[in-house]
């Protein structure tokens, strides 16, 4: 039935929260649970029927392209890419893909925010949006501190939107927009092609025309954007993937609470795991190694006797023996902590090594010499 | 050479209580001479050193402690040492030179041709068969043993100045504010009897001042320091200095290591020069281990024989013996789990350290407990307050946690991360 529906995901720009892992790839094909962030989403649209993704960039788009075909043959969908050339906001980049969006099928078309993770119960929403007859869905959650966010406020019965309040000083709610929507084609006639913002601009106009209409996200939601996010999110998906696919969850002696293990990778003796932690493919773990609440991406090898936890370990680098790397110390890309090392917090570009502790939370940047990893 | 009636007495000076503060938490559980340096007590250091002497007759402990504190431990090294060893305890501060005055009349019951005076306190190669050699060439009433520091840190200590052809001492100032020189006083001196013959001088004039003082009453208020006691001697300031340029004193100078242990972090550093030493004096001391039978050992590193460094558990195929070293001394019945790793520390009685914990810059207190994956480390600065990680008697680390430059007083718990913190 829906076979012909579209969908957007706002990608953005560089990903600089997400900085170093951004500086080696860009952030929607960074993993997330050992599958690019991007990958999740589009996988969700697959599943209820939609037959073309198009994909708001404004940077790297060769890259991302090249990753993308792989994933169209696999999964039999359609991806493009729609570039801004100059910043376009939340909603401007809809305007830029609009060809792409629309066709005589009259669908509604979905718009995600590429940082967020949840359970995507799109077909859910496709109902919802169906029974209420408005222009536009959005899907909200509930989160502990509104104030930092943009606060929606709706009629409890029927969702309808009745207004937006930017970070609010008193509490007006609880729920916050959850960066997934579900718009009617005539959307797009709203929305003109320059910098605007679909919070600002575009979604109060529709709501206080009584057409836009909100429900509660069912399950988890995270913005993952940034390290700590991206951590806290990792308990989340596992936890949730306890509850609808707990075989894909590794088990054994040496497991502890939510733990996904790629089937390439290696687990040593002796070692305790999790709670929380994703093992990318090619990943080595010898023995006596400890890993809790941390993500550990593709060819990294953890040596003997080393602990992490809280912490994200990028592509291909390493970790010594003995070697103690916590509190939201993120490595980026062939990164090697020398042996006996311990970091607290470092955050550590490419191609580096550590041979010193490092105590307290701080950046280690580029070194000259980038290819000689000896000095 | 002396003759086989030239017999040799050696005191110890080891404190006492009040005096090591600067020894805590470490000093809240046993007496400073007591805590081991590369495995072995502090004070056994310098009276091994005296049975190298020729003709060693007595060794004397002198201190403040209880009797108590020193009667296990002077009988057991007089057995293991065959040499007599006995502790006197000062019933009041009598000053450097004035405890050994104090107690003349038992050292002197030996007829002792020479007498040597060390400080426990002290870590240094102690060559003194050569400084009594030397000392009888001279033939002055003392021979100080001296050694070259860094102009910087020069006046910490007593500096001197000797002439280079005599090695006769020409003068001599404790702690000065400018600088006097380089070559300072190590806290090791050989005497003939004389000495008590100097010491009882400086006692009388003293009295005879206070007669006089007793007399002028001006006088009495003008004093602006208090005057001491006619029995206390201070034998750098009432010594030593009065006596340099008068062909009384000469000096010995050592080439080899001296550091003065004031402090735990010191304690490592001195466990480390030790550990060293007995790789050219006593190797068969040293732990040896390629990882295989038993733990893997790198440098110097002792392990108590009744000490325990093995794999624990079921289910490991591979046997991953900790790592030990260097500069590592464990302790009567510490038990060293699998994949441990200890760098630079000292690892007391009865510690228990759990499957690939790491400890480095550190000292573990006695019966202590660290967890599985937890971490003990210091910065490795031996002069910092925080530089080293201290942790006292009976402290349980629970699995994972990290201890970074930090104090941790007896009897505690750590459940969290702590770092550049005095935990009491």
Redesign the interface.
Known sequence: EHFRMKALILVGGFGTRLRPLTLSVPKPLVEFANKPMILHQIEALKAIGVSEVVLAINYQPEVMLNFLKDFETKLGITITCSQETEPLGTAGPLALARDKLIDDSGEPFFVLNSDVISEYPLKQMIEFHKSHGGEASIMVTKVDEPSKYGVVVTEESTGKVERFVEKPKLFVGNKINAGIYLLNPSVLDRIELRPTSIEKEVFPKIAAEKMLFAMVLPGFWMDIGQPKDYITGLRLYLDSLRKNASSKLATG?HVVGNVLVDESAKIG??C?IGPDVAIGPGCVIE????L?RCTVMRGVRIK??A?V?GSIIGWHSTVG??A?V?NMTILGEDVHVCD?I?S?GGVVLPHKEIKS?I??PEIQKFQLKLNNKKE | MGSSDERVVAVIMVGGPTKGTRFRPLSLNIPKPLFPLAGQPMVHHPISACKRIPNLAQIYLVGFYEEREFALYVSSISNELKVPVRYLREDKPHGSAGGLYNFRDLIMEDNPSHIFLLNCDVCCSFPLPEMLVAHRRYGGIGTILVIKVSPESANEFGELVADPSTNELLHYTEKPETFVSDRINCGVYVFTPDIFTAIQGVSSQRKERANLRRMSSFEALQSATRSLPTDFVRLDQDILSPLAGKKQLYTYETMDFWEQIKTPGMSLKCSALYLAQFRFTSPYLLATGDGTKTAAVIGDVFVHPSAKVHPTAKNLLTLNYAQIGPNVSISANARIGPGVRLISCIVLDDVEVKENAVVIHAIVGWKSAIGRWSRVQGEGDYNAKLGITILGEAVTVEDEVVVVNSIVLPNKTLNVSVQQEIIL
């Open positions: 002696t003796e002796g305790l023995s006596g190694v400890r809790s003997k006797h602990c936890s023996q003995w103690r916590e006996e311990y607290n502790s105590l307290k």
